[in-house]
């Protein structure tokens, strides 16, 4: 007998497929970081951040991108510091809580990457140019998530995470940043 002819007992009920991976696009990510100026003191310094996650269950990776140009100086002599990282995040969402449209999460994460600066000084017309090597980062870190879900599958993410990121060259070494992620899940 198929269920076409199979009275409303015999049926079986459909079941929701879970999807298996969601996906998360961040868009806009401002981050502060705080580096050893010249005089000494903690400067804080803008990066811009972008970054896309993949996450199953309590797991996530990220992978991510901040690049940073800044320069100081007169018409005379002036440097130019270009700073560009790209590293690979591993999250555990150790803290789950989801009511529907609503999912929040805590987690823990831990990062490796590489990252460079090239500097360039100018004086007059003459400039000099060093391409850093690409060296070893590395960090860890704590955040929050909240994912509003305006459909079945999609919706927005707001996050904000506090890390502490290692490197060679790094002053203070760690170094302090603060991160806040509005992106898109799907």
């Given at each position: 007998?198929?269920?076409?002819?199979a009275?409303p007992?015999?049926?079986?009920?459909?079941?929701?497929?879970?999807?298996?991976?969601?996906?998360?696009?961040?868009?806009?990510?401002?981050?502060?970081?705080?580096?050893?100026?010249e005089?000494?003191?903690l400067?804080?310094?803008?990066?811009?951040?972008?970054?896309?996650?993949?996450?199953?269950?309590?797991?996530?990776?990220l992978?991510?991108?901040?690049?940073?140009s800044e320069s100081?100086?007169?018409?005379?002599?002036?440097?130019?510091r270009?700073?560009?990282?790209?590293?690979?995040?591993?999250?555990?969402?150790?803290?789950?809580?989801?009511?529907?449209p609503?999912?929040?999460?805590?987690?823990a994460?831990l990062?490796?990457?590489?990252?460079?600066?090239?500097?360039?000084?100018?004086?007059?017309?003459?400039?000099?140019?060093?391409?850093?090597n690409?060296?070893?980062?590395?960090g860890?870190?704590?955040?929050?998530?909240?994912?509003?879900l305006?459909?079945?599958d999609?919706?927005?993410?707001?996050?904000?995470?506090?890390?502490?990121?290692?490197g060679?060259?790094?002053?203070?070494?760690?170094?302090?940043?603060a991160?806040?992620?509005?992106?898109?899940?799907f």
């Amino acid at each position: 007998m198929g269920l076409a002819h199979a009275s409303p007992e015999e049926r079986t009920p459909s079941v929701p497929v879970k999807k298996s991976f969601q996906f998360q696009v961040y868009f806009i990510n401002p981050e502060i970081r705080y580096e050893r100026g010249e005089d000494q003191n903690l400067d804080q310094k803008q990066p811009h951040n972008y970054s896309v996650a993949i996450r199953r269950d309590s797991l996530s990776l990220l992978l991510e991108t901040a690049n940073l140009s800044e320069s100081t100086g007169n018409p005379a002599l002036q440097v130019d510091r270009r700073y560009e990282d790209y590293s690979l995040w591993g999250r555990l969402h150790f803290l789950n809580i989801q009511k529907e449209p609503f999912r929040w999460s805590l987690y823990a994460t831990l990062g490796v990457g590489s990252y460079q600066e090239i500097i360039t000084t100018r004086l007059g017309n003459q400039s000099i140019t060093d391409n850093g090597n690409h060296e070893l980062m590395t960090g860890l870190g704590v955040g929050t998530d909240l994912a509003v879900l305006a459909l079945r599958d999609f919706g927005f993410v707001l996050g904000i995470e506090g890390r502490l990121l290692f490197g060679r060259d790094f002053d203070p070494n760690p170094q302090m940043s603060a991160l806040l992620r509005m992106g898109l899940q799907f």
